[in-house]
């Protein structure tokens, strides 16, 4: 069993930077056995969005409508993904859930979502 905990949500004016945590725990057997992890969004009644992932080895895919404005990293000794958000838009308010695909058993974990903001 892994658990996601993110922490960093909050609200900004528009043009301002937030950086979101999400650090894994628990099952080491399990955390060592996650390749991708990521951040997806989702504002109420909308299906929710993928808008970074990062693989173990550091390669990363962005949502077009984010590319160039954040930036998604990983700690794998910490077992913790980062998305550092700059330029931040009205359109980027959302709750924010990080994500981690284990394969050791093969599971999707979801952290418990954290609320970003963005005022005009």
């Known amino acids: 069993q892994v658990q996601l905990v993110e922490s960093g949500g909050g609200l900004v004016q528009a043009g301002g930077s937030l950086r979101l945590s999400c650090a894994a725990s628990?099952?080491?057997?399990?955390?060592?056995?996650?390749?991708?992890m990521g951040w997806y969004r989702q504002a109420p009644g909308k299906q929710r969005e993928l808008v970074a992932a990062?693989?173990?080895?550091?390669?990363?895919n962005y949502a077009d409508s984010v590319k160039g404005r954040f930036t998604i990293s990983r700690d794998n000794a910490k077992n913790t993904v980062y998305l550092q958000m700059n330029s931040l838009k009205p359109e980027d308010t959302d709750v924010y859930y990080c994500?981690?695909?284990?394969?050791?058993?093969?599971?999707?974990?979801w952290g418990q979502g954290t609320q970003v903001t963005v005022s005009s």
């Open positions: 994500n981690a695909d284990a394969l050791r058993p093969l599971y999707r974990y």
């Open positions: 628990g099952s080491i057997f399990s955390i060592n056995s996650i390749n991708l």
């Open positions: 990062i693989s173990r080895g550091g390669s990363t």
